[in-house]
Protein backbone atom coordinates (compact mmCIF):
# COMPACT_ATOMS: atom_id res chain seq x y z
CA UNK A 1 0.00 0.00 0.00
CA UNK A 2 1.06 3.38 -0.78
CA UNK A 3 1.57 5.75 1.63
CA UNK A 4 -0.69 8.93 1.64
CA UNK A 5 0.61 11.71 -0.37
CA UNK A 6 2.81 9.01 -2.62
CA UNK A 7 3.45 9.74 -6.57
CA UNK A 8 2.17 6.69 -7.57
CA UNK A 9 2.72 7.11 -11.64
CA UNK A 10 4.78 5.42 -13.39
CA UNK A 11 8.87 6.77 -13.64
CA UNK A 12 10.47 8.50 -16.41
CA UNK A 13 13.73 8.14 -17.26
CA UNK A 14 14.72 11.51 -15.55
CA UNK A 15 15.53 11.07 -11.90
CA UNK A 16 14.17 13.61 -9.86
CA UNK A 17 15.16 14.70 -6.03
CA UNK A 18 14.10 17.98 -3.46
CA UNK A 19 16.46 20.07 -2.11
CA UNK A 20 16.74 19.83 1.92
CA UNK A 21 17.70 23.80 1.79
CA UNK A 22 13.30 23.56 1.16
CA UNK A 23 12.92 20.95 4.08
CA UNK A 24 14.67 23.05 6.86
CA UNK A 25 12.05 23.09 9.28
CA UNK A 26 12.27 19.00 9.35
CA UNK A 27 14.74 16.91 10.70
CA UNK A 28 16.95 15.62 8.10
CA UNK A 29 16.12 11.59 8.92
CA UNK A 30 12.35 12.77 8.61
CA UNK A 31 13.06 14.54 5.38
CA UNK A 32 14.58 11.99 3.90
CA UNK A 33 11.69 9.50 5.10
CA UNK A 34 9.70 12.07 3.63
CA UNK A 35 11.31 12.10 -0.16
CA UNK A 36 11.38 8.26 0.08
CA UNK A 37 7.27 7.95 1.09
CA UNK A 38 6.88 10.50 -1.81
CA UNK A 39 8.25 8.69 -4.92
CA UNK A 40 11.96 10.30 -5.07
CA UNK A 41 14.45 9.53 -6.37
CA UNK A 42 16.98 11.27 -4.05
CA UNK A 43 17.44 14.95 -2.88
CA UNK A 44 20.21 17.49 -2.75
CA UNK A 45 21.60 17.68 0.57
CA UNK A 46 22.28 21.12 2.10
CA UNK A 47 25.15 20.62 4.60
CA UNK A 48 23.88 23.39 7.31
CA UNK A 49 23.23 23.28 10.79
CA UNK A 50 19.98 21.64 10.80
CA UNK A 51 20.90 18.66 8.55
CA UNK A 52 24.59 17.32 8.86
CA UNK A 53 26.39 20.06 9.98
CA UNK A 54 29.90 20.25 8.06
CA UNK A 55 31.01 21.96 11.46
CA UNK A 56 30.06 20.11 14.28
CA UNK A 57 31.83 17.05 15.77
CA UNK A 58 32.19 13.66 14.30
CA UNK A 59 31.37 14.88 11.15
CA UNK A 60 32.64 10.85 9.74
CA UNK A 61 30.34 8.98 12.11
CA UNK A 62 27.23 11.16 11.14
CA UNK A 63 27.78 10.94 7.90
CA UNK A 64 28.16 7.29 7.78
CA UNK A 65 24.39 7.22 9.26
CA UNK A 66 23.23 9.02 7.12
CA UNK A 67 24.76 6.76 4.09
CA UNK A 68 23.42 3.83 5.89
CA UNK A 69 19.50 5.78 5.57
CA UNK A 70 19.93 6.78 2.21
CA UNK A 71 20.91 3.42 1.42
CA UNK A 72 17.92 1.93 3.17
CA UNK A 73 15.49 4.04 1.63
CA UNK A 74 16.82 3.72 -1.69
CA UNK A 75 17.91 7.77 -2.36
CA UNK A 76 20.56 8.60 -4.22
CA UNK A 77 22.38 12.13 -3.38
CA UNK A 78 24.06 15.56 -4.80
CA UNK A 79 26.04 17.44 -1.93
CA UNK A 80 24.72 20.67 -1.71
CA UNK A 81 27.00 24.11 -0.68
CA UNK A 82 24.73 26.97 -0.36
CA UNK A 83 23.89 27.51 3.06
CA UNK A 84 22.83 30.86 4.06
CA UNK A 85 24.75 31.07 7.60
CA UNK A 86 26.65 27.93 8.27
CA UNK A 87 30.53 29.59 8.18
CA UNK A 88 28.82 33.33 9.35
CA UNK A 89 26.01 34.40 11.20
CA UNK A 90 26.39 37.75 10.43
CA UNK A 91 26.52 37.13 6.77
CA UNK A 92 24.43 35.49 4.34
CA UNK A 93 26.73 33.03 2.52
CA UNK A 94 30.09 34.43 3.91
CA UNK A 95 32.68 34.02 3.72
CA UNK A 96 32.83 33.74 0.25
CA UNK A 97 35.62 32.61 -2.39
CA UNK A 98 36.10 35.79 -3.76
CA UNK A 99 36.25 37.52 0.24
CA UNK A 100 39.56 39.98 0.09
CA UNK A 101 40.68 38.26 3.59
CA UNK A 102 42.52 35.03 2.55
CA UNK A 103 41.89 33.64 6.19
CA UNK A 104 37.92 34.02 5.21
CA UNK A 105 38.89 32.65 1.49
CA UNK A 106 40.23 29.42 3.59
CA UNK A 107 37.11 28.53 5.31
CA UNK A 108 35.27 28.68 2.32
CA UNK A 109 37.59 26.50 0.94
CA UNK A 110 38.25 24.25 4.20
CA UNK A 111 34.02 23.69 3.74
CA UNK A 112 34.03 22.77 0.85
CA UNK A 113 36.91 20.51 0.68
CA UNK A 114 34.88 18.88 3.63
CA UNK A 115 31.69 18.71 1.30
CA UNK A 116 33.68 16.82 -1.35
CA UNK A 117 34.92 14.18 1.85
CA UNK A 118 31.20 13.55 2.78
CA UNK A 119 29.94 13.08 -0.68
CA UNK A 120 31.97 10.55 -1.58
CA UNK A 121 31.63 9.06 1.89
CA UNK A 122 27.40 9.15 0.77
CA UNK A 123 28.50 8.06 -2.47
CA UNK A 124 27.19 11.46 -4.14
CA UNK A 125 26.93 12.17 -7.50
CA UNK A 126 28.65 15.59 -7.15
CA UNK A 127 29.32 18.70 -5.22
CA UNK A 128 27.61 21.65 -5.90
CA UNK A 129 29.06 25.15 -5.28
CA UNK A 130 29.10 28.88 -6.65
CA UNK A 131 31.52 31.77 -7.16
CA UNK A 132 29.96 34.43 -4.48
CA UNK A 133 29.52 37.75 -5.02
CA UNK A 134 32.30 40.23 -6.28
CA UNK A 135 33.13 42.15 -2.66
CA UNK A 136 32.76 46.11 -2.79
CA UNK A 137 36.19 48.13 -3.77
CA UNK A 138 37.54 44.52 -6.09
CA UNK A 139 37.76 44.61 -9.45
CA UNK A 140 36.70 41.84 -11.74
CA UNK A 141 40.31 40.77 -12.97
CA UNK A 142 41.63 40.16 -9.07
CA UNK A 143 38.01 38.36 -8.29
CA UNK A 144 38.45 36.04 -10.73
CA UNK A 145 42.10 35.43 -9.83
CA UNK A 146 40.68 34.61 -6.28
CA UNK A 147 38.60 32.08 -7.85
CA UNK A 148 40.74 30.42 -9.59
CA UNK A 149 43.03 30.62 -6.71
CA UNK A 150 40.40 29.19 -4.01
CA UNK A 151 39.09 26.26 -6.44
CA UNK A 152 42.51 25.05 -6.91
CA UNK A 153 42.81 22.80 -3.66
CA UNK A 154 38.81 21.82 -4.07
CA UNK A 155 39.45 20.53 -7.87
CA UNK A 156 42.21 18.59 -6.46
CA UNK A 157 40.47 17.28 -3.43
CA UNK A 158 37.41 15.99 -5.82
CA UNK A 159 40.07 14.49 -7.96
CA UNK A 160 41.31 12.25 -5.41
CA UNK A 161 37.93 11.46 -4.03
CA UNK A 162 36.36 10.89 -7.16
CA UNK A 163 33.62 12.93 -7.21
CA UNK A 164 32.72 16.12 -9.46
CA UNK A 165 32.66 19.46 -8.80
CA UNK A 166 29.52 21.21 -10.25
CA UNK A 167 29.73 24.61 -10.26
CA UNK A 168 26.78 26.72 -10.09
CA UNK A 169 26.53 30.09 -12.77
CA UNK A 170 24.11 31.90 -10.19
CA UNK A 171 22.82 35.53 -10.89
CA UNK A 172 24.44 38.13 -9.21
CA UNK A 173 27.24 36.51 -8.47
CA UNK A 174 31.26 36.98 -10.75
CA UNK A 175 30.28 33.20 -12.28
CA UNK A 176 26.60 33.72 -13.54
CA UNK A 177 26.38 32.62 -16.54
CA UNK A 178 26.85 29.53 -19.06
CA UNK A 179 29.67 32.09 -20.82
CA UNK A 180 31.10 32.67 -17.31
CA UNK A 181 31.07 28.90 -16.54
CA UNK A 182 33.44 28.21 -19.84
CA UNK A 183 36.06 31.45 -18.68
CA UNK A 184 36.72 29.51 -15.46
CA UNK A 185 36.91 26.02 -17.13
CA UNK A 186 39.25 27.52 -19.79
CA UNK A 187 41.51 29.38 -16.83
CA UNK A 188 42.07 26.69 -15.04
CA UNK A 189 42.80 24.74 -17.90
CA UNK A 190 39.74 22.18 -18.25
CA UNK A 191 40.07 20.20 -15.38
CA UNK A 192 38.50 16.97 -15.58
CA UNK A 193 37.07 17.22 -11.99
CA UNK A 194 35.25 20.51 -13.08
CA UNK A 195 31.68 20.08 -13.89
CA UNK A 196 28.22 22.34 -13.88
CA UNK A 197 25.27 22.63 -12.06
CA UNK A 198 22.47 24.10 -14.26
CA UNK A 199 19.90 25.39 -12.46
CA UNK A 200 16.76 25.71 -15.18
CA UNK A 201 15.19 28.44 -14.16
CA UNK A 202 17.95 30.56 -14.05
CA UNK A 203 18.52 30.00 -17.55
CA UNK A 204 15.07 31.55 -18.14
CA UNK A 205 15.82 34.06 -15.88
CA UNK A 206 18.59 35.45 -17.36
CA UNK A 207 20.62 33.54 -20.21
CA UNK A 208 20.27 34.75 -24.13
CA UNK A 209 19.09 30.79 -25.39
CA UNK A 210 16.05 29.22 -24.62
CA UNK A 211 16.72 26.90 -21.78
CA UNK A 212 16.12 24.05 -23.57
CA UNK A 213 18.74 25.30 -25.87
CA UNK A 214 21.09 26.51 -22.71
CA UNK A 215 20.76 22.41 -21.95
CA UNK A 216 22.01 21.08 -24.74
CA UNK A 217 25.02 23.77 -24.86
CA UNK A 218 25.88 21.99 -21.45
CA UNK A 219 25.23 18.87 -21.89
CA UNK A 220 29.13 17.87 -21.76
CA UNK A 221 29.98 19.27 -18.42
CA UNK A 222 26.18 18.82 -16.97
CA UNK A 223 26.95 17.35 -13.25
CA UNK A 224 24.07 18.16 -11.08
CA UNK A 225 20.92 19.69 -12.31
CA UNK A 226 18.23 21.91 -10.05
CA UNK A 227 14.50 22.92 -11.36
CA UNK A 228 12.18 25.53 -10.03
CA UNK A 229 9.32 28.14 -11.88
CA UNK A 230 10.62 31.23 -12.87
CA UNK A 231 9.89 34.73 -14.51
CA UNK A 232 12.31 35.89 -17.35
CA UNK A 233 14.63 38.81 -15.92
CA UNK A 234 13.66 37.80 -12.01
CA UNK A 235 15.74 35.84 -10.02
CA UNK A 236 12.94 34.38 -7.60
CA UNK A 237 12.51 30.59 -7.15
CA UNK A 238 8.79 29.42 -7.76
CA UNK A 239 6.48 26.79 -7.04
CA UNK A 240 5.56 24.92 -9.98
CA UNK A 241 2.88 26.67 -11.73
CA UNK A 242 3.41 30.33 -10.50
CA UNK A 243 6.15 31.50 -13.55
CA UNK A 244 6.13 31.03 -16.65
CA UNK A 245 8.27 28.22 -18.12
CA UNK A 246 7.46 25.51 -20.60
CA UNK A 247 8.75 22.29 -18.59
CA UNK A 248 8.03 19.51 -21.47
CA UNK A 249 10.45 20.83 -23.81
CA UNK A 250 12.81 21.36 -21.22
CA UNK A 251 12.57 17.96 -19.72
CA UNK A 252 13.01 16.19 -23.17
CA UNK A 253 16.43 18.33 -24.22
CA UNK A 254 17.54 16.88 -20.72
CA UNK A 255 16.48 13.63 -21.43
CA UNK A 256 18.15 13.79 -24.88
CA UNK A 257 21.21 14.95 -23.39
CA UNK A 258 21.52 11.22 -21.11
CA UNK A 259 22.30 13.42 -17.88
CA UNK A 260 22.09 10.44 -15.27
CA UNK A 261 22.64 12.89 -12.54
CA UNK A 262 19.66 13.81 -10.31
CA UNK A 263 17.07 16.87 -11.46
CA UNK A 264 16.43 18.61 -7.88
CA UNK A 265 13.76 20.90 -7.06
CA UNK A 266 15.10 24.14 -5.76
CA UNK A 267 12.36 25.99 -3.20
CA UNK A 268 14.49 27.29 -0.30
CA UNK A 269 11.92 30.15 0.46
CA UNK A 270 9.15 28.09 0.18
CA UNK A 271 10.63 25.72 3.72
CA UNK A 272 7.62 26.87 5.97
CA UNK A 273 5.51 24.41 3.73
CA UNK A 274 8.02 22.60 2.31
CA UNK A 275 6.06 18.82 2.93
CA UNK A 276 3.19 20.57 1.09
CA UNK A 277 5.74 21.81 -2.07
CA UNK A 278 7.41 18.57 -2.19
CA UNK A 279 4.38 16.68 -2.67
CA UNK A 280 3.10 19.17 -5.20
CA UNK A 281 6.48 19.20 -7.27
CA UNK A 282 7.06 15.36 -7.86
CA UNK A 283 3.56 15.03 -9.95
CA UNK A 284 3.58 17.79 -11.72
CA UNK A 285 7.40 17.22 -13.03
CA UNK A 286 6.80 13.35 -13.85
CA UNK A 287 3.64 14.82 -15.81
CA UNK A 288 5.78 17.19 -18.02
CA UNK A 289 8.45 14.57 -18.12
CA UNK A 290 5.78 11.99 -19.83
CA UNK A 291 4.32 15.06 -22.10
CA UNK A 292 7.67 15.13 -23.30
CA UNK A 293 8.33 11.84 -24.14
CA UNK A 294 4.92 11.83 -25.97
CA UNK A 295 5.45 15.24 -27.87
CA UNK A 296 7.32 15.48 -31.61
CA UNK A 297 11.12 17.23 -31.40
CA UNK A 298 10.96 20.72 -31.07
CA UNK A 299 13.27 22.58 -34.02
CA UNK A 300 16.42 23.37 -32.24
CA UNK A 301 18.19 27.44 -32.24
CA UNK A 302 21.48 27.66 -33.32
CA UNK A 303 23.95 27.06 -30.15
CA UNK A 304 27.03 29.37 -29.77
CA UNK A 305 30.70 28.77 -29.64
CA UNK A 306 31.08 27.85 -26.01
CA UNK A 307 31.87 30.87 -23.76
CA UNK A 308 30.35 33.31 -26.31
CA UNK A 309 28.94 36.24 -23.91
CA UNK A 310 25.62 36.19 -22.34
CA UNK A 311 23.43 39.03 -21.73
CA UNK A 312 23.15 40.93 -18.82
CA UNK A 313 20.47 39.79 -16.21
CA UNK A 314 17.73 42.33 -16.57
CA UNK A 315 17.07 42.10 -12.53
CA UNK A 316 17.73 39.56 -10.36
CA UNK A 317 17.20 39.25 -6.28
CA UNK A 318 19.44 37.72 -3.75
CA UNK A 319 18.71 34.09 -3.48
Not at 31 to 51: E, N, R, S
Not at 127 to 136: A, E, L, M, N
Request: net charge negative; glycine share 8%; charged share 20%.
Amino acid sequence: MNPPGADTSPPTSLRFGYGTNGLADLRLDDALALLADLGYDGLGLTLDHMHLDPLAPDLAARTRRVAHRLDELGLGVTVETGARYVLDPRRKHGPSLLDPDPDDRARRVDLLVRAVRVAADLGAHAVHCFSGIVPDGTDEDTAWKRLTETLTPVLDAAATAGVPLAVEPEPGHLLATLADFHHLRRTLGDPEPLGLTLDLGHCHCLEPLPPADCVREAAPWLRHVQIEDMRRGVHEHLPFGDGEMDFPPLLAALAATGYQGLTVVELPRHSHAGPHFAAQSLPFLRRAARAAETAAPAPTAPVPTYGDPSVTPEGSSTP
